[in-house]
């Protein structure tokens, strides 16, 4: 006969106990919350009552939240429960909500929860890939490929220097399964849309907690326009530096399409959104998302370096791509336009445009 679990058996007891002294309607959700059960367990509803009672507040509620998710995801539920992560989102926002600073105690927790985040994100990208084999079995080695990346990404996060790397990285995985979907869309039975959804959602909270627990503990800044200014700038130079590296880079690749869509997230949702905070003098929200805006054009660089590596069915495209790119940014220092081309990308953009074309005509001469 199978034996009940110990810790299950000593909770049903008291509940038992205190029930039949003081009445179940009270004393069972308290109990029951003390258990600490997950959404999966036939008696989570009865916690979530137990915090209602006890009037648990938000930043122990976001806490609570993520815990759940987290042990979810890593018992491969995690594409299932995907209320509980909009539970914790909304909490999130609640405690951080970007306009005036969050108690530094909650930045505190936000910080030593920025490797769990990533790692949450690679283990539902396996979840889903698991899935999607069952439903594509021709495809089953492309996706294994797939899956190998993410084992990798989870080793970089184990090392400090690499860690960027692992979060550009599964940018570019995102990419690739899309890219799957995209080929077989109507034969896949697995809840892709949610999954989409999901990661989307966990973008936001990497975005989130990274800007709070920079702006507020690593380089704490001034909330003044100089400080947004600064940060206007930085993010000015680094979208012309992809913007020119991406110019001549190879198209129909995972890498040329990664970087597009993280080009357009940080100027659509990020940069464009913080120059309208700035406008109407709101210089915290300002700040939080500028910060957000170079976080994706870190990641589209990161991807353009590492593309030869990451990318192996086009690793001779993205060689040669590179050797070029090296070429004409040195030869743009060189001339002194280097500079005048990361202050003001659309007055020189044609040129950097026309250069390419120049060096990449000649390369076809050459061969």
Sequence with gaps: MRRLDQKGVAALAVVIVIAASTGAAVATPVIVDV?????????????????????????????????????LVDRGKGIGYKKILEEFVEKMHAVAPGDVEAEREEIQWMQGQMLGICRVQLRLSKELCEGLKDDLPEVSEEIDRICNEIENCEEWLEVAELRENARARLRL??????????????????????YFDIDNMLVDVDVTVNIEVDITIVRPIPIVAQSFEEKLNEFKNLFAEVQAMLEGAPENTHGVRAVRQLVEVATKQYKDRAVTAYEGEKLRRALGLIHAAIMPLRNAKLILEHASEWEPEFTG?????????????????????????LENWEQFAENVR??????????????
Aim: proline share 3%.
């Design 317 to 341: 495209q993205w060689m040669q791509w590179r050797e070029r790119w090296q070429e004409l940014k040195q030869e743009l220092i060189e001339e002194g336009a280097w500079e005048n081309i």
């Design 354 to 367: 026309q250069r390419w074309r120049e060096k990449l005509l000649g390369n076809l001469r050459g061969s």
């Design 35 to 71: 258990a600490d059960v997950d959404p999966d367990h036939p008696l989570y509803g009865l916690e979530r009552l137990g915090e209602r009672i006890r009037m648990v507040g938000d930043d122990d509620q976001m806490r609570e939240r993520w815990g759940e998710y987290a042990r």
């Design 173 to 194: 995985i995102r990419e690739k399964i899309e890219n799957i979907v995209r080929r077989h869309r109507a034969r896949i039975r697995r809840p892709v849309n949610i």
